[in-house]
């Protein structure tokens, strides 16, 4: 009884305050299925780390500073970007670039909806973040949960905890965020603007030779972004290769899956009341939705600029899927078109830009750790 | 209201500029020898779909 009270005891505002995050973190996950795969372990996290004296994390206990657990986990998988890559295996595995290759036009607005990125680097900036911070606030906007943590964990390791819950969290609201922002910058005609879709079907020599282009250009362009693109189009490979199944079907599932685990319960390390409960976070979370509106509206924007001088229109809602919230994003777009014209059927230039939105966000990220080496 | 660093500001619009710049390069090579690699290995033609 007396340790229970003492236990009791212990635990200040703020730590009731992280559990309550934790909590709120765990209710998300559950009861709306917001990306349950990382903020459930990172809600549980967030209870467990900001219970005191736990042994959890590195702290001192009766005078003796113990090293934690998840510290351990920490150094072993996050502080050297290993879970972040090993996820991106899982990624490629899993992505199918045969409907960006089938309209290769695609590719373009997956650059564009990059905007967001550094648009939000600037108004970080103006808010009284240093460069550094900035880039790594302005990353969220990739919408690409393991590249804001490696870019995070680079460039401003203390803001990792409240860039990782706004990345995953905004990535679960694209169903709410974009519709708002694609209707704010588009006419009711422009989205009902039609699009032939001619099905063609990619040969396999196509998408074996494309993960290994990828690889060759944005090594040569942006090299600090090859770990990203290396271990994502490896898992690519490893996919549409046809001799490597069973490995292909291990990265999609049990690789993902473990390294999920590991990698939200890990994270929370980061969100200790001391670290978490501070002003900085209220405006990451809030910057957060900037890069998320900005992205769409850079999208949207760029294929109506696009369409001064087409003669085929594209649907501009078509340009806010290049953000990589894959297949979310492509499936928000379709259901958009569809409700303004029950005929109109976008889905696959849709899910092209959305996979053009994969490899644009990961080469954003290595662009910018390379403006910083 | 706010204390900006101009020296961090225009270096973030510097960081603008190489960044969207470089994904457009990056994405725009990938678009042309996508087409190139459509153009060598065809795939069956089906039908279209309006």
């Known amino acids: ?373 | 209201m706010f204390n900006v660093d101009y020296a961090a500001l225009e270096k973030g619009l510097e960081l603008m500029g190489v960044g969207m710049l470089g994904i457009f390069t990056v994405l725009f090579i990938l678009y042309l020898i996508s087409i190139v690699l459509i153009k060598l290995f065809p795939g069956k033609e089906r039908k279209d779909i309006v």
């Open chain 1, 1 to 373: 009884m007396e340790s229970f009270v003492d236990g009791i005891s212990a635990v200040n505002i703020g730590q009731m305050g992280m559990m309550a995050i934790g909590a709120l973190l765990i209710y998300l996950g559950i009861k709306k299925q917001y990306e349950p795969t990382l903020l459930i372990p990172m809600g549980i996290g967030a209870i467990l780390v900001n219970i005191p004296h736990s042994g959890l994390i590195s702290q001192e206990i009766n005078g003796v500073e113990q090293e934690g657990i998840l510290d351990v986990l920490f150094d072993f998988g996050i502080s050297n970007e290993l879970f972040p890559l090993l996820i991106f295996i899982g990624i490629g595995a899993m992505i199918d670039f045969g409907p960006l290759l089938k309209n290769p036009f695609m590719f373009l607005f997956g650059a564009a909806a990059q905007f967001g990125i550094f648009f939000t680097i600037l108004v970080a900036i103006i808010f009284g973040f240093d460069l550094q911070e900035s880039a790594t606030i302005g990353i969220i906007g990739a919408a690409d949960g393991p590249t804001s943590i490696f870019v995070s964990n680079q460039l401003a390791p203390h803001l990792l905890g409240p860039i990782t819950v706004a990345a995953y969290s905004y990535m679960a609201l694209v169903p709410i965020i974009q519709p708002i922002a694609i209707r704010a910058v588009t006419t009711e005609k422009e989205r009902k603007i039609k699009m032939n879709y001619k099905a063609e079907a990619v040969s396999k020599t196509t998408k074996i030779v494309f993960p290994i282009a990828v690889i060759l250009i944005a090594g040569f362009v942006a090299p600090a972004s090859l770990p990203l693109v290396g271990f994502l189009m490896f898992g690519n490979f490893i996919r549409e290769c046809g001799v490597l199944d069973r490995l292909s079907s291990s990265a999609q599932n049990e690789l993902v899956n473990l390294v999920s685990i590991l990698l939200g319960l890990t994270i929370s390390v980061k969100m200790t009341a001391d670290q978490f409960l501070r002003l900085d976070t209220l405006l990451i979370i809030a910057f957060g939705l900037v890069a998320f509106v900005m992205d769409t509206v850079g999208g949207v924007l760029f294929a109506k600029l696009l369409n001064l001088f087409r003669k085929d229109k594209i649907n501009p809602m078509v340009g806010a899927a290049g953000i990589s919230a894959f297949p979310m994003s492509a499936r928000v777009i379709q259901k958009m078109a569809h409700e303004e014209d029950n005929q109109n059927f976008v889905l696959m230039y849709a899910v092209g830009a959305n996979v053009s939105g994969q490899i644009a966000s990961v080469v954003a990220g290595g662009l910018v750790l390379n403006f910083f080496t």
